[in-house]
């Protein structure tokens, strides 16, 4: 074994802002709902800071490589990557450290939120490149949203024989596991919380609880923020602020908003859409005038291309940025993935500039149904009849 100094050059070199634990293990993240900017600065140095956390003997290595060069700081990601990381692991093995028997996996979570959409492929690449041929029994497992970039990226011919992909969402339904989720939270709340004894026994129902898991469209995050709230105030009591959630009461104002994180999260993917104009009018077609105008049904992207007058594809590629939130299947099919996110884009308290106004939105399409009507003429059987039925609606 390696002496162990004392003092580690790397508790200079830790960034806290990217660290955090998850079931007692450390992980590098970015979150760009923290930072306006979250930049890939330091990201080599949390790395090289966590393998010095899981492998002590790597710490003389790494103070080395920082004694040697103290710029390395201000190197690119490969130079960092190389003396930091992987220097000091070939150092080990070559010290007798077996990696067979200790395999370890460096976890990398938010990686779409770093800022730069080069800077993240750039990222994958560097890693690709610095792990691939090496001898050490190392896996590294990135978590992120399936922005249409890095599917490019992690597609790309150089980098397909060393990685796999793991889409959550594609077999595994999470309905149950959220139903359960939410029977053993609100069960704890019941026997926990300080207001525990104005808390009926029988409280919730099963038919909310049903009702939570569907608002919360196979994803934890619903449910999590949901609950979170309903019982993380002890001066407030539990059953009032399930009927916030239900919208049955009012908030107690700007301070008691029962979904922060999840407004959060929307505005942020929101606010980096290039053309949300054009994502507007397809929410706003999803959204309101399919909820309207019952005879109406354009869920298509073909259709919602011939819809709004747009060249094919123009659909799919406004969306393309939202593939987290809106799925666009390969058949032309839209779908929002989130039903929570309808809530949102309807209130303009949680919504402001992504506000969909429902009147605005039902006079633009009035508008563009007229438009179509005087191209195509009214005749009876054609698809100009369908622009007739919308505007008798």
């Not at 890939?40 to 080395?64: E, N």
């Not at 200790?102 to 770093?114: A, K, N, Q, W, Y």
């Not at 792990?131 to 590294?140: A, D, E, L, V």
């Not at 916030?244 to 009012?250: K, N, S, Y």
Request: hydrophobic share 35%.
């Amino acid at each position: 074994m390696v002496p162990q100094e004392p003092e580690s050059r790397l508790s200079h070199i830790q960034s806290p802002k990217y660290v955090r634990s998850v079931d007692g293990f450390s992980q590098p993240f970015f979150s760009g709902r923290q930072q306006r900017s979250v930049t890939i600065g330091r990201f080599i140095t949390t790395v090289a800071y966590q393998i010095a956390r899981a492998i002590p003997a790597s710490r003389l290595h790494i103070d080395t490589a920082v004694d040697a060069d103290p710029m390395i700081f201000h190197q690119s990601v490969d130079v960092q990557l190389a003396k930091l990381v992987i220097e000091p692991l070939q150092c080990l093995h070559l010290a007798g450290f077996d990696f067979k028997d200790s395999p370890f996996v460096i976890i990398i979570d938010g990686l779409d939120e770093c800022h730069g959409i080069n800077v993240q492929s750039g990222l994958v690449r560097s890693l690709a490149a610095a792990f691939s041929h090496s001898s050490h029994r190392i896996r590294i497992l990135i978590a992120s949203r399936p922005e249409v970039y890095l599917q490019s990226t992690f597609n790309s011919s150089t980098l397909q024989p060393h990685v796999s992909r793991l889409a959550l969402s594609d077999e595994y339904t999470a309905e149950e596991d959220i139903y359960l989720f939410l029977e053993d939270s609100f069960d704890k709340i019941r026997r926990e919380h300080p207001l525990a004894s104005y808390i009926p026994s029988s409280w919730p129902s099963a038919e909310v609880l049903r009702e939570l898991r569907w608002k919360s469209s196979g994803h934890f995050i619903f449910a999590s923020t949901s609950v979170n709230y309903i019982g993380g105030e002890p001066y407030e009591l539990p059953t009032r602020r399930l009927d916030v959630i239900r919208r049955l009461q009012p908030p107690r104002g700007d301070e008691d908003l029962p979904y922060a994180d999840l407004n959060s999260l929307y505005n942020h993917l929101l606010s980096n859409v290039r053309n949300i104009e054009r994502v507007d009018q397809v929410l706003g077609c999803l959204i309101i005038v399919q909820a309207e105008l019952h005879s109406v049904t354009i869920r298509r992207a073909d259709e919602m291309d011939r819809h709004f007058f747009w060249q094919t594809g123009e659909t799919k590629a406004c969306l393309s940025q939202l593939a987290s939130l809106i799925e666009c299947k390969a058949s032309g099919y839209i779908s929002i993935l989130h039903a929570s996110l309808s809530d949102f884009l309807l209130d303009p308290s949680r919504s402001r500039q992504f506000y969909l106004c429902r009147e605005s939105v039902l006079a633009d399409h009035t508008a563009l149904g007229l438009r179509h009507m005087c191209q195509q003429g009214l005749s009876p059987g054609g698809e100009s009849s369908l622009y007739s039925r919308r505007l008798e609606c």
